[in-house]
């Protein structure tokens, strides 16, 4: 007979680098897993200087049997979710198991027991640990890895926590695929241009590039404003605090690719940006860096499949907003398809052939339509999970 489980919080210095170190016991076997830089695995986890923590309060649980740790999870709030949001609930995030339907079971209780013994009304997640970083459980598109930024997990994880009592679907997320080669010489894409080009001309819309990096961080100033308003009626969505926008610019910067990154303006105004970004998962994935592997060593292979023997073949669009003052008058569209034009334009330079959209709520449906207009198919599928407390 197996050995019990039992789950603890995480307390001692072996603990949390247990914790830290799990999915690479987890994932040896898994092909489509990509494993994190160990420096960005501890900023993650790290309350001391992941922003998020200024504005959540919460614990790091292991479950063990016997002396084997078998699953993570993590148990929060995010105070400034709920007075944005005007809910009463906690998280959960940080969720890895084995095959193991009872370690599920415990960690996901021992969460919702940590989230009501604070008071709250609901466990919503996964969530690691708000909307801006990674979060939703991969529930369809398991053949494929993740592009940056996107989750991962195995397919039992949807199995598990659906067997255990109370988790209800809350939300889903969808990314788009946009296959390259599908678009030269495409006549409907070409009649797009045209269209969204003369509305341009009507509407006053100009969309612009910058010439470097260094332009592109003087922009994040105008991209906070901009995002935060774009979102804030979007399900689920925080807001960023300046110190956050700081982060997110600082740990992009490093993979910017200025040719992709687009401002819009209307009568001169900032109105919207779209930022695309090598999928540097791709490189990570040959690299495959790890706990004990110098972070040098793993840094110059990244730097050798991104640039002198290139591996990548996908880019994400992985920031877009439109300020609310200009929503609805062709704004997005005008981006998205200076987008393709660009990526069109570079597909023999720079061997792309795919690009990511996502994530795209399930009821966002503007944003749905104009990326399905554009050609984007529908192959990832996520998934919030939401537990009653009252």
């Known amino acids: 007979m197996p050995e ?21 016991a987890l994932y040896p076997h898994h092909a489509c897993w990509i494993p994190p830089l160990f420096s960005m695995q501890k900023h993650k986890f790290d309350r001391a200087h992941n922003p998020s923590w200024k504005h959540m309060a919460g614990e790091y649980f292991l479950a063990w049997r016997g002396s084997k740790p078998v699953g993570t999870i993590a148990a929060f709030i995010n105070h400034r979710h709920n007075e944005i949001r005007h809910e009463h609930i906690g998280f959960f995030g940080a969720f ?98 045209r269209v969204t080009r003369k509305n341009n001309e009507r509407r006053h819309i100009t969309v612009r590039t910058p010439q470097n990096s260094r332009e592109i961080r003087h922009e994040f100033r105008n991209l906070q404003k901009i995002y935060n308003r774009a979102w804030i009626d979007n399900w689920g969505f925080v807001p960023l605090s300046e110190i956050e926008i700081e982060d997110v610019a600082k740990q992009l910067s490093q993979f910017l690719e200025p040719r992709l990154a687009f401002f ?12 695309g970004i090598p999928d540097m998962n791709q490189p990570l994935q040959r690299a495959y860096p790890r706990p004990g592997k110098p972070e040098l060593l793993s840094l110059l292979q990244v ?88």
């Open 303 to 390: 730097f050798w499949h991104w640039k002198l023997r290139p591996k990548i073949h996908r880019i994400r669009i992985a920031l877009m907003g439109v300020d609310p003052e200009f929503q609805n008058i062709g704004v997005e569209g005008a981006m998205f398809v200076e987008l393709l034009d660009k990526l069109l334009q570079l597909t023999a330079e720079m061997h792309w052939e795919f690009a990511d959209a996502g994530w795209v709520l399930e009821n966002n449906q503007p944003m749905r339509h104009i990326v399905e207009a554009l050609g984007g198919k529908p192959y990832k599928r996520f998934r919030f999970y939401e537990k009653s407390l009252t």
């Open 264 to 275: 819009a303006d209307v009568d001169g105004k900032p109105a919207g940006f779209l930022m």
């Open 96 to 193: 890895e198991v084995y095959e193991d339907q009872e370690a599920a079971a415990a960690l996901l209780n021992c969460a919702a027991a940590y989230v009501h013994g604070q008071g709250y009304d609901a466990l919503r997640g996964p969530a690691t640990f708000s909307t801006n970083e990674e979060c939703g459980l991969l529930i369809q598109g398991f053949d494929d890895p993740p592009a940056i930024l996107m989750p991962y997990n195995p397919p039992y994880y949807q199995t598990f926590i659906e067997n255990t009592p109370g988790f209800e679907q809350a939300m889903d997320l969808y990314s788009y695929s946009l296959v390259l080669p599908d678009f030269q010489g495409s006549k409907k894409l070409e009649q797009s241009f």
């Open 4 to 24: 019990p489980v039992v789950v603890r919080p995480v307390k001692t210095k072996a603990d949390y680098q247990t914790f830290l170190t799990f999915p690479w």
